[in-house]
Nanobody, 117 residues
Framework: QAQLVESGGGLVQPGGSLRLSCAASFTDFSTYIMRWYRQAPGKQREVVALITTNNITDYAGSVKGRFTISRDNAKNTVDLQMNNLKPGDTAVYYC???????????WGQGTQVTVSS
């Protein structure tokens, strides 16, 4: 099963920036659709951003214009650049991989992002 490891979370003040990174351990990384999800306390997990195998991106309305997802197939990584962070962005952020041809998917363990003054 594919393995994913997130990094880059932490505490940041409102208006600040963080860059999350997700490293994948599987060799056919380029064939996976990659997503970042987040889950705040007491709330359901929600998708934040996705990037397809053709580098098409999409974002949740709440983060559009502030977050940018990117992937590096040579390094098997997907990043999430988060700018102008707000307290409402506080959550555990998870990386997800999904391979449409096989239905195989995987989750990372999550990384905490806290936006507070």
């Amino acid at each position: 099963q594919a393995q994913l490891v997130e990094s880059g979370g932490g505490l940041v003040q409102p208006g600040g920036s963080l860059r999350l990174s997700c490293a994948a351990s599987f060799t056919d990384f380029s064939t996976y659709i990659m997503r970042w999800y987040r889950q705040a306390p007491g709330k359901q997990r929600e998708v934040v951003a996705l990037i397809t195998t053709n580098n098409i991106t999409d974002y949740a309305g709440s983060v559009k214009g502030r977050f940018t997802i990117s992937r590096d197939n040579a390094k098997n990584t997907v990043d999430l650049q988060m700018n102008n962070l707000k307290p409402g962005d506080t959550a555990v952020y998870y990386c997800n991989a999904f391979q449409a041809s096989t239905g195989e998917g995987s989750w990372g363990q999550g990384t905490q992002v806290t936006v507070s003054s």
